[in-house]
């Protein structure tokens, strides 16, 4: 069983226990809130994709919706779905297989708001499939049989590059995968443990200019408005929370708004919670941000997930995203 596997069944534990307690309530106003605003506790790894989040909490977004954003950093769905599931998070960001696969396992979580879509475009997104500069691997077809790397199996990087695979005509079944993360995944590619690799921003732009090739744009070519990841919470917190998620959304909203239109301020407040340096932020290709879920897409993603057996059963869409037009 994989890590995020584990996590989940533990998360189902608790649960099944929370399910057996009584009904819950808001918790009371903690003594480090601001004066008139309600405490939101939102769990979110340090990464490009989140950058909205930490902007809005800059801009007074959140606090124009009367709610006092604490931002606790996680690794990932293994740390953010038990930590929704336990009420330790009111929200987290997560990557729409990871949802995906939480549901297919039995935990009802919702999304609230999207976080970050691809651009759109094959030659210039924020997530690419890189070989070596003297590979034969030319296309995204040519990885057929060919070992690749992503951070995460089971997840939506292998899901997305079979998926391209699949697009463009070849046999994604065909490939193999092997768990590099990105800070490693060009050394592996280099070293020849793996014959391409996976690899994200901040890490793509440094792989490209050291002379990398890219050969497939997965998230780009599973769907041009693929939703990759949004912020989470459980069914029954969205039921008895409504305003506090109302909220949550409308601050999201204006966030999301305000990073698209304004890309410098993106990258700027993305150097104030990762390491990476200014010079390389400037240059790195960044995500859309658009509030609404692309369904189309997503329909997409969960049927390529449900074809190489990532999840058991279709996703129901309407159980997994905000009602269309909220």
Avoid at 9 to 20: E, H
Avoid at 216 to 243: M, N, S
Wanted: with cysteine; charged share 20%.
């Amino acid at each position: 069983m994989n890590r995020l596997a584990t996590a989940l069944a533990s998360a189902a534990s608790v649960l099944l226990l929370a399910a057996c307690g009584s009904g819950t309530t808001a918790p009371a106003e903690s003594p480090g809130t601001q004066a008139g605003l309600t405490e939101v506790t939102v769990g979110a790894i340090p990464i490009g994709d989140v950058a909205p989040l930490h902007l809005g909490k800059a801009k007074g977004f959140f606090e124009e919706e009367g709610l006092d954003l604490a931002i606790e950093s996680t690794t990932g769905g293994a740390v953010a779905v038990p930590g929704v599931v336990s009420g330790s998070f009111d929200f987290a960001f997560g990557n729409m297989v990871s949802l995906m696969v939480a549901r297919d396992q039995g935990l009802d979580l919702k999304y609230v708001t999207n976080g970050t879509t691809t651009t759109g475009e094959v030659g210039k997104d924020f997530a690419a499939v890189v070989v070596a500069a003297d590979s034969d691997i030319r296309s995204v077809t040519d990885l057929e049989g060919k070992t690749v790397s992503s951070n995460n199996l089971a997840n939506i990087g292998d899901t997305t590059i079979r998926a391209a695979v699949d697009e463009a005509g070849g046999d994604g079944s065909s490939l193999t995968f092997v768990e590099v993360a990105f800070p490693d995944a060009l050394a592996a590619v280099e070293n020849g443990q793996v014959d391409a690799a996976l690899i994200l921003e901040p890490f793509l732009t440094p792989a490209l200019e050291s002379g990398a090739r890219a050969v497939a744009w997965p998230y780009a070519q599973t769907h041009p408005d693929l939703d990759i990841g949004g912020y989470f919470a459980t069914a029954q917190a969205i039921e008895q929370k409504p305003e506090l998620v109302q909220k949550f959304d409308a601050a999201m909203t204006k966030s999301m708004q305000y990073a698209q239109e304004h890309p410098e301020e993106v990258r700027e407040i993305i150097g104030t919670y990762t390491k990476t340096d200014k010079e390389l932020l400037a240059k790195i290709t960044l995500p859309r941000f658009t509030p609404e879920f692309h369904r189309d897409a997503a329909q997409r993603l969960g049927e390529a997930a449900l074809k190489y057996e990532t999840i058991k059963k279709a996703p129901d869409l309407d159980a997994l995203l905000p009602a269309e037009g909220n």
